[in-house]
């Protein structure tokens, strides 16, 4: 029964975990809109949620080093590695070598964030209709 609940919601689960990876990233580049020669970064969505729907996902949670025996064991979530971020490449070069240009990176924003609420909305109404089917 678990595994038919898991799969029936694992796709929503890993488009609102690279949702939230992506918006991650697109605010960082938001960040260092004015910092010299910073690369603005992104990465594939459509691809990385494939993949992750075939074969789970590929980085397994950071273990966390204790300096000390009293130190609660924890694991950090994991997140994206450096090597599946692509550089963005600008279509209007700076003099100081910055790639971000802020009106690119504020429409990826919003429209990130728009369909992370409505994969949101999605999910909430998959898990109500499957509370009244289990009623």
């Known amino acids: 029964m678990i595994d038919k609940l898991d ?29 010299p020669n910073y690369k603005a ?19 397994q949670p950071v273990q966390m080093a204790a300096t000390s ?8 979530p994991p997140s994206m590695p450096e090597r599946d971020l692509l550089y963005r490449v600008p279509s209007q ?13 504020r429409i990826n924003f919003a429209d990130n ?8 909305t999605v999910v909430s109404a998959k898990i109500k209709s499957l509370l009244s089917a289990a009623q």
Request: hydrophobic share 45%; aromatic share 6%; glycine share 2%.
């Open 7 to 35: 799969a029936a919601l694992r796709f929503n689960r890993e488009a609102l975990n690279l949702r939230a990876q992506r918006q991650e990233v697109l605010a960082a580049n938001i960040a260092h809109a004015d910092t």
């Open 41 to 59: 970064r992104d990465f594939d969505f459509a691809s990385r949620l494939t993949q992750a729907v075939e074969h789970g996902r590929a980085s």
């Open 69 to 76: 025996s009293r130190h609660i064991q924890a694991d950090a």
């Open 93 to 105: 070069s700076s003099i100081d070598g910055n790639t971000v240009e802020m009106d690119a990176e």
């Open 113 to 120: 964030a728009l369909r992370y609420e409505a994969n949101l």
